[in-house]
């Protein structure tokens, strides 16, 4: 009895070091992440200065340019500043990324008409649309109404779904569609952007709102991208209490759901 009873008691010391072991580590990662995130943070900024300049400075040429009647220079410094442009649009996502890990993205609450979200990601969408020879279709009743969030980050949540699905989608049709529900004495919104593009398979599909996890490298390569979009854009969801989910097939298209509150509390 006295033999089991050291036994014991070795065991317990042994689960308690390791235990500790184990909080020491998590900690240890947890530190690492958020310096991580900080760096990438600070990083971000200091890019984006040079950067704007850059396009702030391409733009002002290019006007000259085109007032000099120089067509040929006019077209390279469009293509300098469209660079410009897509970089600071991947510097941003990491920016946003590395503002939700280190808890340091906050929601704006304030009023807005759910009809002026769709006028804008009308206006955003049909040049995205065109750009791959596609069609945009809206489908939205006359009046969804009144909602109360952060009506930037919605936008931005809608833009990446419809930037996504309009990039995949050749010769296709890409609809967005808006829609209220009352579930649980609760008001929803759920906006849709479904697609008739390259779709994906159940793998890609696992891994689509995982960071830094980008398609397989043939159409990574093809179209680009920091694989940032969604996994922000789920995250931004997840903040304002909704939800969003994927459903997709090769060849056949992919289709984003996400629902918010109507009326999203400001957490205190």
């Given at each position: 009895?006295?033999?089991?009873?050291?036994?014991?008691?070795?065991?317990?010391?042994?689960?308690?070091?390791?235990?500790?072991?184990?909080?020491?580590?998590?900690?240890?990662?947890?530190?690492?992440?958020?310096?991580?995130?900080?760096?990438?943070?600070?990083?971000?900024?200091?890019?984006?200065?040079?950067?704007?300049?850059?396009?702030?400075?391409?733009?002002?040429?290019?006007?000259?340019?085109?007032?000099?009647?120089?067509?040929?220079?006019?077209?390279?410094?469009t293509k300098i500043t469209n660079a410009g442009k897509h970089l600071l649009g991947?510097?941003?996502?990491?920016?946003?990324?590395?503002?939700?890990?280190?808890?340091?993205?906050?929601?704006?609450?304030?009023?807005?008409?759910?009809?002026?979200?769709?006028?804008?990601?009308?206006?955003?969408?049909?040049?995205?649309?065109?750009?791959?020879?596609?069609?945009?279709?809206?489908?939205?009743?006359?009046?969804?109404?009144?909602?109360?969030?952060?009506?930037?980050?919605?936008?931005?949540?809608?833009?990446?779904?419809?930037?996504?699905?309009?990039?995949?989608?050749?010769?296709?049709?890409?609809?967005?569609?808006?829609?209220?529900?009352?579930?649980?004495?609760?008001?929803?919104?759920?906006?849709?952007?479904?697609?008739?593009?390259?779709?994906?398979?159940?793998?890609?599909l696992s891994k689509v709102f995982e960071e830094f996890t980008q398609a397989e490298?043939?159409?990574?390569?093809?179209?680009?991208?920091?694989?940032?979009?969604?996994?922000?854009?789920?995250?931004?969801?997840?903040?304002?209490?909704?939800?969003?989910?994927?459903?997709?097939?090769?060849?056949?298209?992919?289709?984003?759901?996400?629902?918010?509150?109507?009326?999203?509390?400001?957490?205190?």
């Amino acid at each position: 009895s006295l033999a089991f009873e050291r036994m014991s008691d070795q065991v317990m010391a042994l689960i308690e070091a390791r235990t500790k072991e184990l909080e020491v580590a998590r900690d240890d990662a947890k530190e690492a992440n958020l310096a991580k995130s900080k760096f990438l943070a600070n990083m971000s900024h200091e890019l984006r200065t040079p950067l704007n300049a850059i396009i702030g400075y391409g733009e002002m040429m290019f006007e000259e340019a085109q007032d000099d009647g120089n067509e040929a220079m006019a077209e390279d410094l469009t293509k300098i500043t469209n660079a410009g442009k897509h970089l600071l649009g991947l510097i941003n996502d990491i920016l946003d990324l590395s503002k939700i890990e280190a808890g340091k993205m906050e929601l704006a609450i304030t009023e807005f008409e759910a009809d002026d979200i769709v006028s804008a990601i009308r206006t955003i969408g049909e040049p995205l649309a065109k750009k791959t020879n596609s069609l945009l279709k809206v489908e939205a009743p006359d009046k969804i109404g009144q909602m109360s969030g952060d009506e930037t980050k919605l936008r931005q949540c809608l833009l990446n779904l419809m930037s996504n699905a309009c990039k995949f989608t050749v010769d296709g049709i890409v609809t967005f569609s808006i829609r209220s529900d009352q579930r649980e004495k609760l008001d929803w919104v759920i906006f849709e952007v479904a697609d008739s593009g390259i779709g994906m398979n159940e793998t890609q599909l696992s891994k689509v709102f995982e960071e830094f996890t980008q398609a397989e490298d043939d159409t990574s390569n093809k179209f680009g991208g920091t694989g940032l979009g969604l996994p922000i854009t789920k995250q931004l969801v997840e903040m304002m209490g909704g939800t969003i989910v994927a459903e997709s097939e090769p060849g056949v298209g992919s289709t984003f759901r996400m629902e918010v509150p109507r009326v999203i509390e400001k957490k205190s």
